[in-house]
């Protein structure tokens, strides 16, 4: 199966091995990836911001980049989650809606493409470590993921999984909502950090990188001894 992956702005920026990870994932899974160079963003900082017409250019460069795949693969929730829920908002009343929701219906976060679509939860993964996952905002209520996670986790041997309480709560990053209600974020970060401590945890891990980086920065200030990952690193361990 052919599949083109997205890289978004803040894995590409930041955490790229993670994007190196999914496409090692996918491949291992038996798919022939293909990487578009010329990709930039989905549109969703501008949109967040509040500038939907800049947003809305942003959006056009996506389609035109990816019109022609039949499966779309996104390392992040927030990015997938994005595209599917409100490509429609910004494209209201365009002539090519028809090209606009066949999009939206190619695009697919990692996890759910390999569990739903791919029907592969056991990647041969190894990592001997007692972890915890963080459901990401994005993840739950735009993408309505849980148990593909959790089950591809399972399958990876040496690691045992501890619920986390409340793990249907936001840790506080929410993209600009840290910038502009730095004092909740940090709050909120605190509260979710508890929690994780409280599992005994070592590892943390989530499909979205955006809150790994809020959740490590103030387990670093804390000096806690956990570290974050997200599934496509977790999932290429190992191998």
Request: charged share 20%; with cysteine; net charge negative.
């Amino acid at each position: 199966m052919e599949v083109h992956v997205f890289i978004p702005c803040f894995i590409d920026q930041l955490y790229p091995e993670a994007g190196f990870n999914t496409i090692k994932v996918l491949e291992k899974a038996g798919c022939s990836v293909k990487y578009n160079p010329q990709q930039t963003c989905c549109g969703q900082p501008a949109f967040n911001a509040g500038y939907w017409g800049e947003s809305r250019e942003v959006c056009n460069k996506f389609m035109d980049d990816f019109i022609d795949a039949e499966y779309i693969v996104v390392p992040s929730a927030s990015c997938t989650g994005f595209i599917r829920n409100y490509y429609s908002k910004i494209y209201d009343n365009a002539s090519n809606q028809k090209d606009i929701k066949g999009l939206q219906g190619k695009v697919y976060e990692l996890s759910e493409f390999l569990v739903n679509v791919l029907a592969v939860d056991d990647l041969g993964a190894e990592l001997k470590a007692t972890a915890t996952v963080h459901d990401s905002c994005a993840g739950l209520r735009e993408c309505k993921l849980k148990g593909e996670v959790r089950q591809l986790l399972s399958k990876v041997k040496g690691l045992a999984l501890s619920e986390l309480a409340e793990n249907e709560t936001c840790c506080g990053f929410g993209g600009t909502f840290a910038v502009k209600f730095d004092g909740i974020s940090a709050a909120m970060g605190d509260q979710k950090v508890q929690n994780i401590s409280n599992t005994g945890a070592e590892i943390v891990i989530s499909t979205d990188l955006s809150c790994l980086m809020h959740i490590d920065g103030i387990i670093n200030k804390k000096g806690l001894p956990i570290r974050t990952m997200h599934l496509a690193d977790v999932l290429a361990s190992g191998y």
